[in-house]
């Protein structure tokens, strides 16, 4: 298939949207963001990236905490609206029912059916941007996406989630269907022989 | 909604996956990753994070390059088969037609409708995990993927990218449907009166 070189063009996808969540001068502040992942499982080690100048920034410093929340395709136009809002210039106090965790400082969003409450253990920055690597404190999960199997909870399949993804076509996204399982679906795979 | 505490479990969704290249001991070898994301989008700033002891990570290190290949559907055996031996044991060199761009040590794969070929910029550990943060050198799109609107070049829908999602129920996904236009969908939302 022939190529085309874009130049330097930052096509990640797809790109999970979440609501970060901090305390800013002591009020919940939510921001849109895309910029954020997952950098190891056990034991779970997450980031945001954020511009420098963003107000939610201020109250990640201060605290050292924030929480990642999951909004649902249903919640497109808040998140959207988060988005494109400063903290500095509108109370996002309100859009939101939230709780807190035993770290007492990372607001979190009732409304979103999985939590995430992040405490920073490390922070860089490159270029414009802060990043915040995380360690997971607590994860916060709807009782009614929790499944019990073998004595052990866990979360329900993904698309029960129903998560919103970004692309870099500037659309937002519902996610599909399941297509396989993991570390078994290379048992239809074939490897050549090397001989 | 009442929440059930997962304890400290890492649910950040959807993932994506990707395939991880880089020449080790001359040889092109690739792995699968999940934990792969967006820091920055001008300059376009990402990250992959590798446990310490994987074989790739050595030709990153060596060279200080890596490419971000998007698999599409049909090629979850080879991708989940990426992701289930190492380098050590298995040639992966012969697994896909692979090609270079400015930087010669970032191997690619033809095959895949997206690739980024990476210059890390900043690389740090964290427990057993080594994290590459990157600037994208130069983005390669198969040419029936790439659209021309008012002069300028870029990427088709994500739908036709087909790109491979996973999640923590170990599970691979499709992407779903567009489900709105960014900084668009708030029109759609009234905040609350503060007065």
């Known amino acids: 298939m022939p190529k085309i070189s874009l130049g330097s063009a930052p096509y990640i996808y797809p790109i999970p949207i979440i609501l970060a969540g901090a305390n800013v001068n002591s009020k919940p502040n939510f921001a849109t963001i895309g910029d954020c992942g997952l950098m190891g499982i056990r034991p779970p080690l997450v980031y945001i ?4 100048d963003h107000y939610t920034n201020q109250g990640i410093l201060e605290n050292e905490t924030f929480s990642i929340n999951f909004p649902t395709t249903e919640m497109l136009p808040v998140v959207d609206y988060c988005g494109t809002v400063s903290g500095r210039v509108v109370d996002k ?77 500037n659309r937002y996204y519902s996610v599909g269907s399941a297509i396989g399982t993991g570390y078994q679906e290379h048992k239809e795979f074939h490897p050549p022989s090397n001989g």
């Open 93 to 169: 106090s309100s859009l939101f029912e939230v709780f807190y965790g035993n770290l007492k400082t990372a607001p979190m969003i009732l409304k979103c059916p999985v939590n995430l409450e992040c405490k920073v253990v490390k922070e860089f920055s490159i270029q414009h941007r802060q990043i915040f690597v995380a360690e997971v404190a607590q994860t916060f999960v709807d009782d009614t996406l929790v499944i019990e199997q073998d004595g052990r909870k866990s979360i329900v399949e993904l698309a029960r989630l129903d998560p919103i993804l970004y692309a870099l076509d």
């Open 49 to 52: 990236s954020s511009g420098k």
